[in-house]
């Protein structure tokens, strides 16, 4: 079986090879919240823009650019460095919400394969270390968000029988059965995807064969009190 630390390498590096900037890259921008000098570095080689600025296409609406598709797969490299080593501080759902909007999926075939394996292997990477770079919790939301789907993630992660993969487990439920999160979960910015009914159930079944007791008795709150699961008018709920 392949590393996943190692697989994970291997997809960075192959974004480079797939998102070769072009070298005449013309952009404009907002000069509100940018001054000249920021957008000549955005347009210029990537490797030269200042670390500040490397994020900018994730965290600014698309309307801030003429350019914002372009500019975000001129950066993708860069960015996706920053993303899996946790040096970025954006709102997780935020990041997938934006490749979406910048239709990741209708560009090239080689950079959504490429884009698509960075997925698959900084997932299995996260998983497969505790701590990670970045909280399993946050990846999820990320790749869910991109993809479009959560159960094929469950999955995986149902199948990674690592001790670093259970205590990502617990550390998911410690975070999303507090004030009943799990029973409202919606991922991305906009709360476009609506995770509750497939989370949800997962976490109260499988999670609870492989967590330790501190957490069970979370689960076992949450099944017995879960807004989803009794909602008002239900003789069990208490909202």
Sequence with gaps: MADPQQRLREALDALD??????????LDGCLYCYGEADIAALAGPPEAVPDD?????????????????ELLRRMLPRIARLLVRGERHLDAGLIGTRFVEANWTGWPPAETA?????????????????PAPVA??????????????????LEVWEHSRTSSATRHLEELV???????????LKLGFFDEY??????????????????????VVQLDELEQ??????????????W
């Design 17 to 26: 090879d797939v998102f070769v900037p072009a070298q005449d890259f013309a």
């Design 53 to 69: 600025l490397v994020m900018t296409p994730l965290s600014e609406v698309l309307s801030h650019w003429d350019k914002p598709e």
């Design 114 to 130: 490429a884009l698509r394996e960075l997925w698959v292997s900084w997932w299995a990477a996260t998983l497969d270390q505790y």
């Design 136 to 153: 399993a919790y946050d990846v999820l939301n990320v790749v869910t968000v991109v993809t479009g789907a959560l159960n094929p993630w």
């Design 174 to 184: 410690d975070l999303w059965c507090f004030e009943d999160q799990l029973s409202e």
């Design 194 to 215: 609506d995770a509750t009914p497939e989370l949800l159930p997962w976490v109260l079944g499988h999670g609870r064969t492989r967590i330790g007791p501190r957490y």
């Design 225 to 238: 009190y879960s807004s989803y699961l009794h909602p008002p008018g239900d003789p069990l709920s208490r």
